[in-house]
């Protein structure tokens, strides 16, 4: 039995799924023609309370779509300096949009309005123009932190004052709705694109949506063309999305209430220094001089179960929906012979 921490994106359609995805009603996409993906638009704009969705094959493609609607070559992009349209979408702010990026050090991947307004740049011809605001809910580096509603809010007013656009990366926002009892809605109204996955803790085997107004959508539409993301009968990987939305949301309550448990007991072994606080279904803790991150790694492996070694000395364990009871009492277990 192989226990696979290493990401919410190694899942494997359930029979239920898989046959969702049998029975898609397809066409071609380009021509709008695809049933399953104009349903799952639909749904997803619907549910939250936004005019549009786009389908796209990766989260990274959704977030450089927004990122290219919202700025102009020059542009500055304000944004934690752990977030993934920095750190890990292969420098595509620069090579997508010529925007330039102005980092902030967050809370655990999460900024605040009064950081942002500082670093907005003054009206200055020496200057780049600051014209977007790129958040992460959950944050992934931050170890699945989740921010306060109060400061999304405050944020969007800074925003709207200033002229800025305020994207979501959402990629793992189901985490957070369900940990902190929210609704897609309030997103909705606060955000101007927001990005979200369907490949991570929901469970399918491809596939990202952008949201927000007609207008931005359709411009949208002609970027994903120009990314080479013009996809044809591809309601097949639409209707997992689908499947995934009515049937794989409300269980994410599961995988965080396991990744207390195995925190738990991580933070009373002696190879474990620094444990994040867990508020969703990543764990992210820092391990001891005495054992480096990829050794811990390595050991897990010797018992099947796999881990990620983010750092020299830390260590990150996602929880997903292939991840059962049986097996986190397995890794429970080992985690406590483990030296
Ligand atoms: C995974 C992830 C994405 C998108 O990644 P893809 O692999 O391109 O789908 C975006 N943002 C965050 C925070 C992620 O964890």
Not at 88 to 104: H, Q, W
Not at 134 to 146: K, V
Not at 286 to 295: C, K, L, M, Q, V
Request: charged share 25%; proline share 3%.
């Amino acid at each position: 039995m192989l226990i696979d921490f290493r990401s919410d994106t190694v899942t494997k359609p359930t029979p239920g799924m898989l046959d969702a995805m049998m029975k898609a009603k397809i066409g071609d996409d380009v021509f709008g023609e695809d049933t399953a993906i104009n349903e799952l638009e639909t749904m997803t704009a619907d549910l939250f309370g936004m005019e549009a969705a786009m389908y796209c094959p990766s989260g990274t493609m959704t977030n450089q779509i927004a990122i290219k609607c919202h700025t102009q070559p020059g542009d500055e992009v304000i944004c934690d300096e752990s977030s993934h349209v920095y750190q890990y979408e292969g420098g595509g702010i620069a090579f997508n949009s010529g925007a330039s990026v102005k980092l902030l050090h967050g809370d655990r991947g999460r900024i605040t309005a009064e950081q942002i307004l500082t670093a907005i740049q003054p009206d200055d011809v020496h200057r780049p123009h600051s014209s977007l605001v790129s958040l992460e809910n959950t944050s992934n580096r931050g170890g699945g932190s989740c921010y306060d509603f109060n400061e999304l809010k405050k944020m969007r007013t800074l925003c709207t004052e200033k002229n800025l656009g305020f994207h979501l990366d959402g990629a793992r926002l189901w985490n957070a709705l369900i940990a902190k009892n929210e609704t897609p809605k309030q997103y909705g109204e606060l955000f101007d694109s927001i990005s979200v996955c369907l490949s991570k803790s929901l469970g399918c085997p491809v596939g990202s949506l952008l949201l927000g107004k007609k207008e931005l959508i359709k411009k949208a539409r002609r970027v994903r063309k120009v990314f080479g993301g013009g996809m044809r009968q591809a309601g097949f990987l639409a209707a997992a999305g689908i499947f995934a939305l009515q049937n794989n949301i409300e269980r994410l309550a599961e995988d965080h209430v396991h990744a207390k448990q195995i925190a738990e007991v991580i933070a009373k072994q002696k190879f474990a220094k620094m444990l994040l606080p867990v508020e969703t279904n990543i764990i992210i803790f820092e391990t001891n001089e005495g054992t480096s991150a990829p050794d811990l790694v390595a050991q897990l492996k010797e018992h099947q179960i796999l881990g990620y070694a983010i750092a020299p000395n830390r260590v990150r364990l996602v929880l997903h929906l292939d991840i059962t009871k049986e097996m986190v009492d397995k890794t429970i277990a080992t985690l406590q012979n483990i030296k």
